[in-house]
């Protein structure tokens, strides 16, 4: 019973001394591509306050759907109407923000505040997102996005 | 001779995956539409909660019409504790991004839960994922009409 026992062991710690670092790098890592993901969502904010375009364009996939009160914006329709708008006329500030991970995709759930100016007055709206990029060849893209307002 | 056969040979290994791509989109949407039409519509209305909790992942986000998070355990008692549900799903459209698949569409939910009325029209957008050989439901969208 007693080698049984001892290889029993032996074999347990090696798979533990070997699991350890590998979960600890898988760990390391997906803390690393989440930090990518907020930092591209910052991005996305930064680029539409902007208005660049050519930022816009890198981080959105080209069949991306966006959904905004009820409507369905492709990707042309959302650059075309960044760059009608003139710059920092509306301001959104991100609220927090979580990242989930699945392999090659990426859910990210938020909330936002949108200060709308206007020539007379000034109206805030809050609303939550949900996001799905999705990682390609050229790196993580936004596939979809959309965002419901806070009612309740 | 041999070497026109092994050229021929890796020519076919070759464009085998692009064809088994082109021939698995259709079916592939066809199986996501019929997930969203007759599996989600099925197990809401008739609160099949097996049929959810298989169809649901784990970690599925749900931010409904109001802006308000919900996860699976809520969406499901939502559905559970509903007196009954009607949920229509109109103009679908179905993006492949590998093994990530995008729904968008027109909904409308009629119901009634605690003798109080329901009634939400909108646009939704679906993330199902391929997981372990089954599509699943991540994260789900209702924005409500403006």
Redesign the interface.
């Known amino acids: 019973m007693k080698p049984i026992d001892f290889t029993r062991t032996v074999i347990l710690l090696i798979l533990l001394c070997s699991l350890g670092p590998q979960l600890a790098a898988q760990e390391a890592a997906d803390a690393g591509t989440a930090a990518t993901i907020r930092a591209l969502e910052k991005e996305w904010t930064l680029a539409q306050s902007r208005n660049d375009n050519g930022a816009l364009d890198l981080i959105f996939?080209n069949?991306l759907?966006y959904?905004?009160?009820?409507?369905?914006v492709s990707k042309g329709d959302y650059l075309s109407r960044v760059r009608q708008n003139p710059p920092e006329l509306d301001q959104v500030a991100n609220g927090p923000m979580t990242v989930?991970l699945?392999?090659?995709?990426a859910?990210v759930?938020g909330t936002y505040m949108e200060k709308q100016l206007h020539s007379s007055h000034s109206q805030i709206k809050?609303?939550?997102?949900?996001d799905?990029w999705?990682y390609?060849k050229s790196g993580w893209v936004l596939?979809?996005a959309?965002?419901?307002?806070?009612?309740? | 001779m041999w070497k026109w056969t092994c050229f021929m040979l890796m020519v076919f290994i070759g464009l085998r995956p692009l064809c088994a791509q082109d021939a698995a989109d259709p079916a592939l949407r066809s199986k996501i539409i019929a997930l969203e039409r007759v599996q989600k519509i099925q197990a809401v209305e008739a609160k099949d909660m097996k049929t959810l909790e298989s169809m649901l992942?784990d970690?599925f986000?749900y931010?409904?019409?109001?802006?308000?998070?919900q996860s699976k355990a809520d969406f499901m008692a939502f559905v559970h504790e509903a007196d009954w549900l009607q949920y229509r799903l109109d103009a679908l459209?179905v993006?492949v991004?590998?093994?990530?698949v995008?729904v968008?569409g027109l909904y409308q939910i009629k119901g009634v839960k605690r003798v109080k009325r329901l009634l939400n029209?909108?646009?939704?957008?679906d993330?199902w994922?391929l997981?372990d050989g089954k599509w699943v439901l991540?994260?789900?969208?209702?924005?409500?009409?403006?």
Request: aromatic share 8%.
């Open positions: 996939d069949a759907v959904l905004e009160y009820g409507k369905l989930r699945f392999g090659s995709t859910i759930e809050r609303w939550r997102f949900i799905t999705v390609k596939v979809a959309g965002a419901s307002p806070i009612t309740k | 992942d970690a986000q931010v409904g019409p109001d802006g308000r998070l459209d993006r991004h590998q093994n990530t995008i968008t029209t909108g646009r939704f957008a993330t994922l997981k991540i994260a789900s969208l209702f924005t409500p009409e403006p």
